[in-house]
């Protein structure tokens, strides 16, 4: 039998390629190491397009910014791939029409349509990672912008001047509210002599990710929750300045504090509430973390020939 449909993201680290059936529903699932090479990554999603037995078309999620053509400009995890022509290369080398676009906007695609954000028009997700990407669902439409760039909400500035981003900036929102952002939070509290409990479990300051912060915080640290309390301070920031420009009903949080919803979530919306433009007199729109987990970017990849 063949799939309903086929979609491929591409990871820092690793491709992941579903197939889907009728009901979007996955059927059958791929994972590749991604090449650092243009040549070999090209040939890697058209082996795994054939091996998901793709008939027509084929979607392809990125990590990194593709314009309206189809043309990934720059991808920051995949570094020897700049300006490939990934739509058109695909195209030659499967004969099946090729849809690609940025990861975070396919699994905004992949929550509106059979995650958390289904059943309304206007989502919003906001993908807390490494860094903090964004998709937009608008009047039952998925948002492209005039050049393929709409939705890059980690590089709002909410700091002039404010910490180094890679992206050449200062003080863009990623920075103070990324997966990556909660430990520099901690490691700057452990450096001036606090958050010793979380040390003591990471090994040593440098060695603080995350994840110790969250366990320690758990735990009842009260350090840990500080600085917990300063994320989430942070978090609630940028997920305001969104709702203020867009309305939407849902705004889907994804990424790897979805695990820990009952440590992250009440606080980040109560920052949220105080924070909100006219928030006594207006309606709200729901905070919920993403349902699809690591798949999402996959299956939005696998729908988004539907929408293109
Ligand atoms: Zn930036």
């Excluded at 990934?86 to 699994?107: F, K, M, P, Q, Y």
């Excluded at 979805?258 to 905070?287: N, V």
């Amino acid at each position: 039998v063949s799939p309903a449909a086929v979609g491929i993201d591409v990871g820092g680290t690793k491709c992941l390629g579903v197939a889907l059936g009728a009901d979007g529903e996955v059927i059958d699932e791929l994972r590749v190491p991604t090449p650092n090479d243009p040549d070999r990554l090209v040939a890697v999603l058209a082996q795994m397009a054939r091996d998901l037995g793709a008939v027509g078309a084929l979607g392809i999620g990125v990590p990194g910014l593709v314009d309206t053509h189809g043309v990934l400009l720059a991808a920051p995890n995949v570094t020897a791939v700049t300006m490939l022509p990934l739509r058109e290369l695909l195209e030659h080398s499967t004969g099946l029409r090729v849809a690609v676009d940025n990861d975070n906007t396919v699994a905004c695609l992949a929550e509106w349509r059979v995650g958390a954000g289904r059943g309304v028009d206007d989502v919003a997700l906001v993908g807390l990672g490494t860094g903090i990407g964004g998709g937009i669902v608008a009047g039952g439409r998925l948002q492209r912008g005039a050049h393929g760039f709409a939705g890059e909400i980690g590089h709002m500035i909410v700091e002039r001047g404010g910490r180094r981003c890679p992206c050449g900036q200062r003080g863009c929102w990623e920075r103070y509210a990324s997966g990556n952002a909660l430990a520099v939070h901690a490691r700057e509290a452990a450096a001036s002599g606090r958050l010793n409990g979380v040390v003591q479990r990471a090994g040593s300051i440098e060695a603080i990710r995350g994840e110790h912060v969250t366990a320690a915080a758990l735990d009842r640290d009260a350090e840990a929750e500080a600085v917990v309390t300063t994320f989430v301070e942070w978090v609630a920031v940028g997920l305001v300045n969104v709702v203020n420009v867009l309305d939407p009903a849902v705004v889907v949080i994804a990424g790897g504090l979805s695990a820990h919803a009952e440590l992250f979530l009440p606080p980040i919306r109560r920052e949220f509430e105080s924070l909100l433009f006219a928030g006594t007199a207006r309606s709200r729109p729901s905070l919920r973390f993403a349902e699809l987990g690591p798949n999402a970017g996959a299956i939005g990849a696998a729908l988004l020939p539907q929408v293109s």
